[in-house]
T-cell receptor, first 116, second 111 residues
Framework: EPEVTQTPSHQVTQMGQEVILRCVPI?????FYWYRQILGQKVEFLVS????????KSEIFDDQFSVERPDGSNFTLKIRSTKLEDSAMYFC??????????????FGPGTRLTVL | DAKTTQPPSMDCAEGRAANLPCNHS???????VYWYRQIHSQGPQYIIH???NNETNEMASLIITEDRKSSTLILPHATLRDTAVYYC????????????FGTGTRLQVFP
């Protein structure tokens, strides 16, 4: 069964450093998402991406964050200058449909980001 | 904020049906109700969705009231592997793909 994969599974970084989290969505999916979950808290939407553009973003997704689909298979989340409060599990998701139609989002296993 | 309210926790005996309620009194006519679950710290997993009619798939059944203000997810024969946090999600507007997760219901299935 096709699945979303994410690398690395765990990333440790120093405050102020840049990190790139990588995701490989399901191959025929067109809509891509990033969510995060701070330990013990809710899953929070960060951004959605379609047709090489950001469709929606949350207040969390400020200028420190960016997303890219560099090569037609990978979908990346970059945090330019990490802060302690960026420590969280980051989930990538993808869906075949979107734009408000029913869309089953398939989530990856997550990358645990620890900022020291 | 989420448009849904769910009980924080429920218990269910293995092999019995688990009935998880959800209130979504502000739902509009063309918004879907989605159910996802999260097992431990894994990525959320889609379970089922519905608009107006009751739905069933290999994982669960979804019963939506006629006024669409509430729904119930039914796991017909709960197993220990169904222990998870279950989220009932209604998008904030009909034309968004953004999933707003609330605190969900923590279902504990016991032997």
């Amino acid at each position: 069964e096709p699945e979303v994969t994410q690398t690395p599974s765990h990333q440790v970084t120093q405050m102020g450093q840049e990190v790139i989290l990588r995701c490989v969505p399901i191959s025929n999916h067109l809509y891509f998402y990033w969510y995060r979950q701070i330990l013990g808290q809710k899953v929070e939407f960060l951004v959605s991406f379609y047709n090489n553009e950001i469709s929606e973003k949350s207040e969390i997704f400020d200028d420190q964050f960016s997303v890219e689909r560099p090569d037609g298979s990978n979908f990346t989340l970059k945090i330019r200058s990490t802060k302690l409060e960026d420590s969280a599990m980051y989930f990538c998701a993808s869906s075949e449909e979107g734009g408000g139609a029913f869309n089953e989002q398939f989530f990856g296993p997550g990358t645990r980001l620890t900022v020291l | 904020d989420a448009k849904t309210t769910q009980p924080p926790s429920m218990d269910c005996a293995e092999g019995r049906a688990a009935n998880l309620p959800c209130n979504h009194s502000t739902i509009s006519g063309n918004e879907y109700v989605y159910w996802y679950r999260q097992i431990h710290s894994q990525g959320p997993q889609y379970i089922i969705h519905g608009l107006k009619n009751n739905e069933t798939n290999e994982m669960a059944s979804l019963i939506i009231t006629e006024d669409r203000k509430s729904s119930t997810l039914i796991l017909p024969h709960a197993t220990l592997r169904d222990t998870a946090v279950y989220y009932c999600i209604v998008p904030l507007t009909y034309n968004t793909d953004k999933l707003i997760f609330g605190t969900g219901t923590r279902l504990q299935v016991f032997p």
